[in-house]
């Protein structure tokens, strides 16, 4: 029998395991400030643009900066700029006046070394990094009052269409992030999130260009530009030239992104080959040796259609929503849009839950919801009041989240909404992988300027798809993507297999289930002649499928770029969404964790292949990077000013994005097994373990709503003999008790203060309040004021039993400022 239980939802805490620490000043973006020192120019970067070449699959661009010192100092400038997460960089040039020098790929370290000492030199020197597989980072030293110097780079990669839509997307600008690293501990390259921005609303002090010619090798049905304002030109039936408007000139604030279909939906696949002969002739291998040793394969197959299954069995879904700072406004917008689709969509057989994160997070019911009609109205109620402010603590919102308690026969299914703008990627994968279980995590990037590594990441370890909506108008269609994407997984239980094609050195390690109508893609090396076939099976909704490909028919014509894609793969595969767990006990510092990376035999071996790859291959990784540097030394004196490039806010992200983040942060969250840590590096310890334990986290309930829980009449919970201590000040409850008696400090309302103290403590059986300690400060007058709140409630507390016998209970709580 079922019976229909109406649960007023109130605030409850589990306790955290803090660990106090110094005050320390973190690392976080901040808004430009004008130096008053004359005669420098804090903004070198005058332009950038992007030549971009599709031919069939692959898209080889050519990015151009232009620095020009209007100044009187010389200058060192220093730009971060985004890319794309598949990129395989493989060249950069400088030029300055009429010399063009070609830069080298070095190890990362020796790079650095040399750079510095060409700038100590005199010498104009260009050094290009890695610090994120979507982050890049441009130094260029010696710039001469009036020089103009232009650096190229130049990146190839695959593109691969879904559902029939080829897609070429060009980031422009690095999104502000949050982070809780203190400045004192960051690693090298972590150091570039302290970066200068631009208020919200004020345009790049650079121009903008880019240009597009696309050779589609097939019949071309349509092109088109959501972000952008474009020209297109076409030039034949499979040929176009895309160029951006006039109007355009300041627009790289925001991701551009290119679509276009095939004729009849056709999509290209089949095997491409690269046989290595031809590159000796043209210099990128040094004999034939190399040649033989180096012939690579590109497989590409389509899957079948979406199969149709009406047993689907039914489903929880747990949307874990970004409310932060820099979603106010329209990210946010774009949010709602979406969740309205999302949730408002549901089954009847469906249950859901929702989490709203932002420096805290909170659920919205103890429990899973059924779909209701009632409970889908609640939920979109609460989030159209979301206004976005705080920062975007992600951490702790998916260790709570996936520690929830999950709904016995449900498949359950996590939906992370975010812009993405945190600097904790690979704590996330590393978080998400561990602690996923038998379900799976689905990733919406919302925005202009999404940070794609961290969207992409988190879909990829948590076996289900990435979407990026860039306006309101495409959540309906993406909502409805994602539906079928869940109910009907296009094929599942891949397998490949070569007969009589003699491959190796295959860059995948697994192939996952195919949720998109997207081709399967596997890079891999070949030896002897191109000869067999290559057969893939797996299940199509509950029939199998099977698919053969002639070894004899592929491709092999102009594939170059297929050395490139295999070693960018196989860098993927080994670093960007791999795990560096170490064990260390304390609290060592940054070099220190340096070390003990290196010293690990995994990590040592690892990034020794990264390594090894990007010399062999002439590719930017984190641990390879290009040097140019003239061998002219034109500053005699050696002396120069290093300035940061600003950059601009993405469009339609608030001055809240960055808000008060360069404060201070006393204490940092800690978890200890048998007095070790257990985590990836350094910072990782203040957020990440091994195993989630759903008592050990801080879980918020959101108050004064109700929602309906059904629940089997021979289920429903007993009367335990343990109770919880509880508040009663003349039949008011501890939320409306602080609310009248909160004072805001003077000091903190002239300084624009805000944000949470939590504090915790110990109710003895007898009711008072013992152990009161700060477990997170925000300033001497609000902790203060908090301290006194508690203390304000002595006496009205009664306490915590067992067996009807009162006893002590430790407890926390979190007041807001």
Known sequence: MKKLLILPLLIFWATLGYTQTKTDKTLSPYFLVKSSQQGTDQMPLKHTSAEVSIAGVIADVKVKQVYVNQGENTLEAIYVFPGSTKAAVYGMSMTIGERKLFAKIE????????????????????LLEQQNPNVFQMNVANILPGDSITVELRYTELLVPSEGVYEFAYPTVVGPRYSETPENEALDNEQWVKNPYLHEGEKPNYTFNLSTTLNAGMPIQQVTCSTHEVDIKY????????????????????????????????????????????????????????????????????PPKAPTNEQIPPREYVFIIDVSGSMNGFPLDISKKLLRELIGKLRPTDRFNVMLFESSNQMLSPESMPATQDNINKAIKVIDQQGGGGGTRLMPALQNA????????????????????????REAFDLIRDNLNQANLF????????????????????????????????????????????????LTNIQLTYNGFDVYDIAQVSIPDVFAERPIVIYGKYKGNPQGTITLTGLSGNKPYKQVIKVADADKSNNQALRYLWARKKIETLDDYNRLSINYWGDPSASQVAQMIQADPANKERIAQVTQLGLKYNLLTAYTSFIAIDPEARNAEGKSTTVTQPLPLPEGVSDAAIGNNNVFYAPTQSYHTNGSYSG???????????????????????????????????????????????????????????????????????????????????????????????????????????????????????????N??????????????
């Open 107 to 126: 190890e990362r370290k020796k790079a650095r070394e040399d750079y510095e000492q060409a700038k100590q030199e005199g010498k104009t020197a260009s």
């Open 235 to 302: 030039a034949g039936k499979n040929t176009a030239a895309i160029s951006l408007k006039n109007s355009e000139k300041y627009a790289g604030n925001k991701d551009y992104i290119l679509r276009y279909r095939l004729t009849g939906g056709q999509i290209q696949s089949g095997l491409l080959l690269y046989e290595g002969e031809n590159a000796v002739a043209s210099g990128e291998l040094k004999s034939y040796e190399d040649a033989q040793a180096e012939k690579f394969f590109l497989l590409m197959m389509q």
């Open 402 to 425: 996936l520690a929830f308690k999950e709904t016995k026969d449900f498949s359950r299914t996590f939906v992370v909404i975010t812009d993405g703008y945190v600097s904790v990627e």
């Open 443 to 490: 990733a919406f990037g919302i925005g202009s300027a999404v940070n794609r590594y961290l969207i992409e990441g988190m879909a990829k370890v948590g076996m289900g798809e990435p979407f990026i909506i860039t306006s309101p108008q495409e959540a309906p269609a993406i909502a409805e993507k994602f539906r079928n994407y869940i109910q009907n997984p296009v």
């Open 680 to 802: 990836n590096v350094r910072r990782r310890k203040q957020m990440s373990q091994p195993t989630l334990k759903k008592e050990q986290h801080d879980i918020q309930i959101m108050e004064d709503i109700e929602v309906e829980i059904w629940v089997d009449e021979e289920e429903k919970p007993k009367e335990d003999a343990e109770s919880q201590a509880t508040f009663d000040e003349q039949g008011n409850d501890l939320m409306t008790f602080i609310k009248a008696n909160l004072k805001i400090p003077v000091k903190a309302q002239k300084e624009g203060i805000s944000g949470k103290v939590w504090l915790s403590f110990t109710i003895k059986a007898d009711g008072t309040l013992t152990d009161i300690k700060i477990i997170q400060s925000l300033s001497r007058e609000c902790d203060a004021e908090a301290l006194r709140l508690l203390q304000l409630t002595a006496g009205k507390w009664t306490a915590a039993s067992k």
């Open 804 to 817: 009807g016998k009162a006893r002590d209970s430790k407890e926390s709580i979190t007041i807001a400022f």
